[in-house]
């Protein structure tokens, strides 16, 4: 069971029936009169997101009527890669994903592969690099949206190396030594 999910029954008037809040076993509904209804989910539980309406009909037949909700959840990637590639990790950053309030809901560090997040509620959140590795420079947050989907979302914060340009000048003009050793 999905604790946190917030539903309402809807009649064909569109009167609320009833409502509640999702708890550790199965909400059962007694005395309701035979009639067409709509069970709609008016908030999900945290790091899923609300299942379609379900239409509904109670027969008399004096037996429990059962209705199964199949929530599904956001999955998300996380990529660090090195700029202008699609598939080169950098490895040994030190990441975290933050909320628009600047909490922090997971650190890592990354590796060879994407760092996969199930189960975040939609939003905006920034991916924050808190320590680069050696020989590259610290990017800035990378701010994303999360959407109410079962698809997998990928995202990617990218670095690119550090880097030292040496020139040998003659003395006193921007003139170019030539075949020096340096």
Excluded: C, R
């Excluded at 007694?30 to 069970?39: D, F, N, S, V």
């Excluded at 340009?165 to 075949?179: A, P, Q, R």
């Amino acid at each position: 069971y999905l604790a946190g999910a917030k539903f309402e029954i809807i009649d064909e008037s569109g009167n609320v029936i009833t409502s509640w809040t999702t708890g550790d076993s199965a909400h059962k509904i007694t005395h309701i009169p035979a009639g067409k209804y709509t069970l709609v989910e008016k908030s999900s539980a945290n790091g899923y997101y609300p299942a379609e309406d379900i239409e509904f009909i109670v027969t008399a037949t004096g037996e429990t009527q059962s209705i199964v909700i199949d929530n599904e959840y956001t999955k998300v990637n996380i990529s660090k890669l090195l700029l202008g590639t699609t598939n080169q990790f950098i490895e040994g950053a030190k990441l975290h994903l933050e909320d628009e309030n600047g909490n922090i809901i997971t650190s890592w560090t990354t590796d060879d592969k994407a760092f996969g997040i199930d189960k975040i509620a939609p939003g905006i959140y920034f991916i924050v690099e808190d320590e680069a590795p050696a020989g590259y420079v610290k990017a800035e947050p990378v701010k994303i949206e999360v959407k109410a989907t079962s698809e997998v979302q990928n995202f990617v914060m990218y670095n690119y190396h550090t880097g030292v340009s040496i020139s040998k000048l003659e003395s006193g003009t921007d003139k170019f030594v030539t075949g020096a050793k340096l």
